[in-house]
Nanobody
Framework: QVQLVESGGGLVQDGGSLRLSCAASGIIVGINVMDWFRQAPGKQRELVAT???????NYADSAKAQFTISRDNFENTVYLQMNSLKLEDTAVYYC???????????WGQGTQVTVSS
């Protein structure tokens, strides 16, 4: 059974930083596609960052200058380092895993990030 557990969200001031973690079980983060998505109030869920099994990373245009996705294969955990946070980064952030060769996507429960002025 695949489980993804996000943590690290919270309240941060405009310009601050947070690091989100996604601890995985039942799936190996190092050999599958791992994503971070976010969903702001009243908006659709959007892809923020992706890391491939060979370590290639891709970012939404809105995230390129601020966010860094990484993983620790030993800890089987994926991270999202978020710097220079803005009010518009307020959202629930979700970790997702897509096993190679499938279209199945597993989701975590999400972690709230709130940026205040």
């Amino acid at each position: 059974q695949v489980q993804l557990v996000e943590s690290g969200g919270g309240l941060v001031q405009d310009g601050g930083s947070l690091r989100l973690s996604c601890a995985a079980s039942g799936i190996i983060v190092g050999i599958n596609v791992m994503d971070w998505f976010r969903q702001a109030p009243g908006k659709q869920r959007e892809l923020v960052a992706t890391i491939s099994p060979i370590g290639n990373t891709n970012y939404a245009d809105s995230a390129k200058a601020q966010f860094t996705i990484s993983r620790d294969n030993f800890e089987n955990t994926v991270y999202l380092q978020m710097n220079s946070l803005k009010l518009e980064d307020t959202a629930v952030y979700y970790c997702a895993a897509t096993p190679l060769g499938t279209y199945t996507k597993y989701w975590g429960q999400g972690t709230q990030v709130t940026v205040s002025s």
